[in-house]
């Protein structure tokens, strides 16, 4: 029987794919091969020339800063699931259609690739729930659980109980639009998330957030007033 025979620089690539796992890839199933081809590009370049993409807008800075707050809370909690790789490569692209943004794992070190044209809140979201899914990677196999842990991890870090009770200290069915708009103003993030982040504490049903996804019909005009004094 005939020996296989492989060519060298399969073997080479080969190789770079066990040690190249894509975690958390933002939008939905049909962004994921546009996120993984793109992440093969920039490992690819980082292997042979150890340079990233030159319009790389930012690296390191401020997603350390995510993960030393998502870690210190962490352990304030009394939790210490988080494990970050000691080398993270993080960083927005300007002008690249195809990409939504995508958490991934090369070697040792752990990537955070986002579009420069997302709005401040969303960049925010984003960062640190792609942040959370690395230091949360060692625990889930399934991509899709990692997700919703990471997002889970996220927004507890971003929205602090006791602010959530103020908009949501009852449990509330209908939200109108202009409540909509005051509770996203006021913590400069989508209000899906807000509400998820309410859904997680208890404070809103499953079916109340279905609803608000699918309305079924007009939402009243009118909600109490949070009591609040927050500046957005």
């Known amino acids: 029987m005939a020996r296989t025979r492989h060519h060298p620089a ?3 690539i080969d190789f770079l794919a066990n040690f190249r796992q894509m975690l958390v890839s933002l939008g939905n199933a049909d962004n994921l091969p546009r996120n993984e081809a793109l992440f093969v590009r920039m490992t690819e370049q980082w292997e042979s020339r150890q340079v990233l993409p030159a319009d790389l807008l930012f690296q390191k800075s401020p997603v350390e800063a995510v993960v030393y707050r998502l870690q210190k809370e962490e352990q304030a909690a009394g939790d210490n699931r988080l494990r970050f790789p000691t080398d993270l490569i993080a960083g927005e692209l300007r002008g690249t259609p195809d990409l939504t943004g995508f958490s991934a794992q090369f070697r040792e070190q752990g990537w955070i690739i986002l579009p420069a044209e997302l709005s401040g809140m969303y960049k925010n979201l984003f960062l640190n729930i792609l942040a959370a899914s690395v230091g949360l990677a060692h625990l889930y196999l399934n991509r899709r659980e ?16 006791v ?6 200290g009852i449990k509330l069915s209908r939200f109108p639009d202009s409540f909509r708009s005051e509770v996203a103003n006021y913590f400069n993030l989508p209000f899906e998330h807000v509400l998820k982040r309410a859904q997680h504490m208890g404070a809103v049903t499953a079916e109340a957030v279905e609803e608000a996804a699918n309305p079924r019909s007009t939402r009243p005009a009118t909600l109490r007033k949070p009591v609040s004094s927050r500046v957005a």
Do not use: N
């Open 10 to 12: 399969q073997l080479q």
């Open 146 to 161: 990692l997700l919703a842990e990471a997002e889970r991890v996220a927004l507890a870090s971003l929205l602090p109980e």
């Open 163 to 168: 602010e959530i009770k103020k908009f949501f």
